[in-house]
């Protein structure tokens, strides 16, 4: 009788590690998964509140490339119209005829700190264009706006 209360106690014991087990593994993956939500949720809100256009005249080739010898540069006028400030410093890429241009500058045009909402920026880009129709895309924080001009042969 005596041993058969022991092996109860035993099996119990080992129940007890096993269930705390469990639940130690399980506890941390709920946390994991709830800490993946909540960051997933935050990065869905900053991109429903990003919102930029280019301002850049199209109309105007010269205001936007600039073919001077060794200055070879895209200048894009960048309008924050989205409902939250935005950086300047990381996040802004420009690709031009589907060829990723490395940023050279971007500056708040208003002489602002930040790039807040209803504000502009420049945006300076090295490259160097032929003559004729050129299709410009800046990305920023998960937006993007589209620009098509046209340069002509100096």
């Given amino acids: ?10 099996l119990f014991i ?5 269930a705390a087990g469990v639940a130690t593994t399980l506890t941390a993956n709920v946390n994991d998964i709830s800490g993946s939500l909540d960051s997933r949720g935050d990065n869905i809100v900053e991109g ?8 850049s005249d199209p109309g105007s080739p010269e205001s936007i490339y600039d073919d001077t010898e ?3 540069t895209v200048t ?19 690709v031009v005829d589907g060829r990723y241009i490395p940023v050279d ?30 299709r410009a895309v800046v990305h920023v ?14």
């Fill in 141 to 154: 924080d998960g937006d993007s706006a589209e620009l098509l001009f046209r340069t002509e042969s100096t």
């Fill in 70 to 72: 060794d200055n070879e």
């Fill in 48 to 55: 429903i509140d990003t919102d930029i256009e280019i301002i």
């Fill in 76 to 94: 894009l006028l960048v309008k924050n119209t989205g409902e939250r400030t935005l950086s300047t410093e990381r996040g802004v890429d420009v």
């Fill in 14 to 18: 080992a129940a007890l590690t096993v």
């Fill in 105 to 134: 500058t971007v500056t708040v045009v208003s002489d602002a700190s930040a790039w807040r909402p209803g504000q502009t920026v420049r945006v300076t880009a090295s490259a160097a264009l032929d003559p004729g129709d050129h």
């Fill in 1 to 10: 009788m005596s041993s058969s209360g022991i092996t109860q106690l035993v």
